[in-house]
């Protein structure tokens, strides 16, 4: 079962932020919670200094879940190298499974998605062509209805091609850093 980043960090805020909370609150020998009274005008400053350490022992666990959420989500180590996670066009669990791609593997792939995207531009050409075939001669389609579907086709379409170029320059970019990465190696050994 793959577990979402999002539901990892708020299990760690949730965890973590009871975990502070039994560290700071007040306990007997034995373990359980205890009552603890102040007089009324230093229970204020009391009150307002507890609180001021709560919020620096938040802040430091929160700063720790962080850091802890960056070494396990793999997705911190793609935006290192330069790919943002709003570019990259699989999920995380298909990016984990290309890791151990050559740079050939993913030059395969940028051609397979360049093939598809150019079949894709073919096929946008002729629905558009035929949109200005309904368009220009309008009793061909009296309600409109071949041409608006023809519409719809087109955006489903237009956003294929987006993704198709998307995964092209994702495996170009991929293969681009695994083959620098490697001569890298090579030249220091």
Request: proline share 3%; hydrophobic share 35%.
């Amino acid at each position: 079962m793959l577990i979402s980043p999002l539901v990892l960090a708020a299990a760690f805020l949730v965890f973590g932020s009871s975990g502070v909370l039994a560290e700071i609150s007040p306990t007997s020998q034995n373990g359980s919670l205890r009552a603890v009274t102040f007089p009324d005008s230093s229970a204020k400053k009391l009150d307002g200094k507890i609180q001021q350490e709560t919020i620096e022992i938040l802040q430091s666990k929160l700063q720790e879940l962080e850091a802890q959420m960056k070494q396990l989500l793999p997705n911190s180590s793609l935006e290192g190298q330069g790919v943002g996670s709003e570019n990259i066009p699989y999920d995380s669990s298909v990016v984990e499974a290309m890791q151990d791609w050559s740079s050939t593997d993913h030059l395969r792939e940028a051609h397979t998605s360049q093939q598809e995207a150019t079949t894709l531009e073919k096929s946008l050409q002729k629905l558009q062509s035929r949109i200005d075939r309904f368009a220009q001669k309008p009793y061909l389609d009296t309600k409109g209805f071949k041409r608006s579907g023809f519409k719809i086709l087109k955006g489903n379409l237009t956003q294929e091609l987006r993704e198709a170029r998307q995964k092209t320059a994702w495996h170009r970019s991929q293969a681009q850093t695994i083959m620098s990465s490697e001569s890298h190696l090579q030249q220091h050994s």
